[in-house]
T-cell receptor, first 114, second 114 residues
Framework: AQSVTQLGSHVSVSEGALVLLRCNYS??????LFWYVQYPNQGLQLLLK??????LVKGINGFEAEFKKSETSFHLTKPSAHMSDAAEYFC????????????FGTGTSLTVIP | DAGVIQSPRHEVTEMGQEVTLRCKPI?????LFWYRQTMMRGLELLIY????????DSGMPEDRFSAKMPNASFSTLKIQPSEPRDSAVYFC????????????FGSGTRLTVV
């Protein structure tokens, strides 16, 4: 079975400050991990993903995430928050098997304070 | 590619009426997913298809909900009869087999049942 836990349903940061959104996963097989972003009144957009290889992955808009197997974590970071980063962020896990059902976290709403 | 296309974008209907939501996945994707998003329950997987075959419909809330995928380029989600508690944003997503590519989400259908 697979699952994702996102710690903190709401995170507020000041503009220019570090963004850190936490995601921990549970998986009995090597996971594929994803972060999605949802802007108001829009669908979910893929931000970045980890499948194999380098554990530090870079995505769009300056975001990056690091896969840490020992900590079963895939936290999302951005060095300097911008007002346009305000959105809902979802972490998701799947695996390489066929069927590829994704398991999403409950989401973290990011507020950027000017 | 135009991405995952959902229609209509907005639907307002009266309680008891039949509602049909439509989805056109990305060409070549062989998995299709229907999600429902509400403030209270977040993202819920309703049903997903692999190669046009329903694989898991355990998320379908009740018999009033039904989904079909008659071919690789079209799927419908039907609610009959609709109720106010069905009001939500319904997302369709598609992906390629293997899981490593992530989902591509449509823009969603905002359903309001009055």
């Amino acid at each position: 079975a697979q699952s994702v836990t996102q710690l903190g349903s709401h995170v507020s940061v000041s503009e220019g400050a570090l963004v850190l959104l936490r995601c921990n996963y549970s998986s009995s097989v090597p996971p594929y991990l994803f972060w999605y972003v949802q802007y108001p009144n829009q669908g979910l957009q893929l931000l970045l993903k980890y499948t194999t290889g380098a554990t530090l992955v870079k995505g769009i808009n300056g975001f990056e995430a690091e896969f840490k197997k020992s900590e079963t974590s895939f936290h999302l970071t951005k060095p300097s928050a911008h007002m346009s980063d305000a959105a809902e962020y979802f972490c998701a896990v799947t695996n390489s098997g066929t069927g590829n059902q994704f398991y999403f976290g409950t989401g973290t709403s990011l507020t950027v304070i000017p | 590619d135009a991405g995952v296309i959902q229609s209509p974008r907005h639907e307002v209907t009266e309680m008891g009426q039949e509602v049909t939501l439509r989805c056109k996945p990305i060409s070549g994707h062989n998995s299709l997913f229907w999600y429902r998003q509400t403030m209270m329950r977040g993202l819920e997987l309703l049903i997903y298809f692999n190669n046009n075959v329903p694989i898991d419909d355990s998320g379908m809330p009740e018999d009033r909900f039904s989904a079909k995928m008659p071919n690789a380029s079209f799927s419908t989600l039907k609610i009959q009869p609709s109720e106010p508690r069905d009001s939500a944003v319904y997302f369709c997503a598609s992906s390629s087999e293997g899981g490593g590519y992530g989902y591509t989400f449509g823009s969603g259908t905002r359903l309001t049942v009055v």
